[in-house]
């Protein structure tokens, strides 16, 4: 009777009609895979935009972030790949100084280190003009910044043996992200620097930090010299969200995986996800993943 009690509490009887519309839509989706359920009606923009927007769609064709983004900024830039102890191959993206206030790179600079988000890639430090983005405005203050992406994202899509089609590719969860991605990225850093790193994380950024500093066997400790959390995730136990919880609940990543779906990819049209509108979008790719491993590991 109480854990009846604390069901019917968590997930009001109301919010089964949410998942009423989800289980529409996935037929729909599964049924008219050629057909795009929601279009939206074509929207002039700005050229400039456009062009941003095309170099960011396609990560086999597309440039990396430095020459699509980071150096017509005028900040210098490098592209490094580091591999996984899995084979994954991990793009970072190296600023060594800046073009405003101390601009001499043969300085020694403290290595910082930028760890984008849920469903974000190393661009987000980027994207806004130089005075708004934090990766330009360490740069222009002396610092030698990092910016990682993690497997799977934009400027992280390789492997040594698997496709992006193989499910394979796809099998990790953001433990992979705290225990594998974040030591190799974090670690090549401080090894090309000879120095502790500096770390700033936004959102899954970190409870990467969080997780990974808080197992030995990773060697976080030795690594970091300080860290900055903005956003930050410990735990979900004050979601309110009673759209996420049903997805938790019926287990949705799993139900969406049977389909084939193993992407998340809001560039590819023809994806199962890219069907649903922005609020199932987001339950779905988002938070149910994090929810569920919460709630299966007890910390909740």
């Not at 983004?69 to 800046?98: M, N, R, W």
């Not at 005075?131 to 390789?158: E, P």
């Not at 090309?192 to 990467?208: E, F, L």
């Not at 970091?224 to 990543?253: C, G, W």
Request: proline share 5%.
């Amino acid at each position: 009777m109480l854990a009846q009690r604390k069901l019917d509490s968590r997930v009001p009887i109301s919010s089964w009609s949410w998942y009423c519309v989800i289980v529409l839509l996935l037929s729909c989706s599964c049924s008219c895979r050629e057909v795009n359920l929601f279009t939206r009606p074509k929207v002039r923009a700005p050229q400039g935009r456009l062009e941003v927007r095309s170099l960011l769609t396609d990560a086999s064709s597309a440039p990396g972030l430095c020459d699509s983004i980071i150096k017509a900024a005028g900040y210098p830039c490098e592209e490094v790949t580091v591999q996984t102890s899995d084979g994954f191959l991990l793009g970072l993206q190296h600023i060594p100084y800046g073009v405003a206030g101390i601009t001499n790179d043969t300085q020694k600079r403290p290595p910082v280190f930028l760890q984008h988000g849920l469903t974000q890639g190393g661009d987000d430090w980027v994207l806004n003009s130089p005075s708004q983005s934090l990766a330009y405005i360490l740069a222009d203050r002396g610092f030698d910044v990092w910016i990682g992406n993690l497997r799977g994202t934009r400027f992280s899509h390789g492997h040594t043996t698997l496709s992006p089609d193989d499910w394979r590719f796809w099998d990790w969860s953001f433990n992979e992200h705290a225990s594998i991605d974040m030591p190799t990225m974090v670690g090549y850093v401080q090894r090309s620097t000879a120095s502790q790193v500096y770390y700033v994380g936004h959102s899954q950024g970190t409870i990467m930090a969080l997780a990974a500093m808080s197992d030995p066997d990773t060697g976080m400790s030795n690594l970091l010299k300080a860290s900055a959390l903005l956003a930050p995730i410990a735990y979900m136990q004050h979601m309110k969200s009673q759209l996420l919880s049903v997805s938790v609940d019926l287990m949705l990543d799993k139900i969406v995986g049977i389909f084939g779906t193993r992407e998340f990819n809001l560039n590819k049209t023809q994806l199962l996800f890219q069907r649903l509108p922005s609020p199932i979008l987001l339950a779905v790719g988002a938070s149910v993943h994090f929810h569920q491993e919460f709630a299966a590991s007890g910390t909740e």
